[in-house]
């Protein structure tokens, strides 16, 4: 009898515009498990920040991380998708150690495509001002971090059954 591996609890990061609010609950469906929305986690303070324009510092980022993991955390072993921008390294860290089995789909996009992108949407509070420090402060994943990349060209159900199938290579046992 084949056992069916424990559900993922994915964090879908990337930079502004790369479709995070997009994919994230297509994938969250796709893999039958709750979707929470990363934005709904910022302190207002944060929101007033990034409305302004102003980048949000690491101080500001630290509560609104640790209220990520900890819905993280609460899904361990149930399974889950949240988005969350997790440019840097220390704030996958620091989602990890919340919730040590996170995984993360870090969707990729060249700048022109994603700045296109933000252009259209309506009513998000990131202006495309920010995208070039979220470029700048862009740490990819790096080889010891669970999780994929998945490029983000094409529709959202393309882009979505790109990131399942990451995902489900991430299970297969190793040769």
């Known amino acids: 009898m084949q ?3 424990t559900p993922h609890v994915v964090v879908v990061m990337g930079v502004a515009g790369t479709g995070k609010t997009t994919i994230g609950p297509l994938l969250a469906a796709r893999l039958g498990v709750p979707y929470a929305e ?6 207002q303070a944060n929101i007033a920040k990034m409305s302004a324009g102003t980048p949000l510092t690491d101080e500001d980022r630290w509560p609104w991380l640790d209220a990520i993991g900890h819905w993280a ?4 072993g149930l399974g889950g998708v949240v988005s969350s921008s997790a440019l840097k390294r220390v704030y996958r860290d620091r989602l990890r150690a919340a919730a040590p089995g996170v995984v993360f789909v870090h969707l990729t996009g060249d700048r022109e495509l994603i700045e296109n992108r933000m252009s259209h949407r309506k009513g ?3 202006p495309t001002a920010l ?3 979220q470029f700048a402060t862009l740490q990819p994943l ?5 999780g994929v ?3 983000v060209s094409g529709e959202p159900a393309e882009i979505t059954e790109r990131a399942v199938t990451a995902l489900a290579a991430l299970e297969a046992p190793r040769p």
């Open 124 to 126: 998000h509070f990131m």
């Open 38 to 43: 990363g934005d709904d986690f910022h302190p």
């Open 149 to 151: 990349d998945v490029d």
């Open 131 to 133: 995208l070039d420090s």
């Open 73 to 76: 955390h609460g899904r361990a």
């Open 3 to 5: 056992h069916s591996p």
């Open 142 to 146: 790096a080889a010891d971090e669970a």
